[in-house]
């Protein structure tokens, strides 16, 4: 069983930047894929970047490149997300996930545990 600990988001000015983390529990954090999703009121939960295991390799679909970052402590058990120039339409509930079974998942149905969710507001 993997828990996974999103304390942070916030409220933030448009152009300003923010940095989720997500925290995992047990001692395997690093044989898992850890990912990052949202989704804002009345939208589909919206893909926004994953890591591998060891965290040399890292996929953003191209709306999310240039100004998310993720990277991973696994000394730490810990995921970040660094949003940068963000905008209004960034405003949704993050999610981290962790998927025990795929190294390159896409897709939520790859991700086995979910964090509870974090809200990130956007101001204009």
């Known amino acids: 069983q993997v828990q996974l600990v999103e304390p942070g988001g916030g409220l933030v000015q448009a152009g300003g930047s923010l940095r989720l983390s997500c925290a995992a529990s047990?001692?395997?954090?690093?044989?898992?894929?850890m990912g990052w999703f949202r989704q804002a009121p009345g939208k589909e939960r919206e893909f926004v970047s994953r890591?591998?295991?060891?965290?040399?390799?890292?996929y953003y679909p191209d709306s999310m490149k240039g100004r998310f970052t993720i990277s991973r402590d696994n000394a730490k058990n810990t995921v970040y997300l660094q949003m940068n120039s963000l905008k209004p339409e960034d405003t949704a509930v993050y999610y981290c996930?962790?998927?025990?079974?795929?190294?390159?998942?896409?897709?939520?149905?790859?991700?086995?545990?979910w964090g509870q969710g974090t809200q990130v507001t956007v101001s204009s």
């Open positions: 996930a962790a998927s025990t079974t795929y190294e390159f998942p896409l897709k939520s149905n790859d991700y086995n545990y």
């Open positions: 047990g001692r395997t954090f690093g044989t898992y894929t």
């Open positions: 890591i591998n295991r060891s965290g040399l390799s890292t």
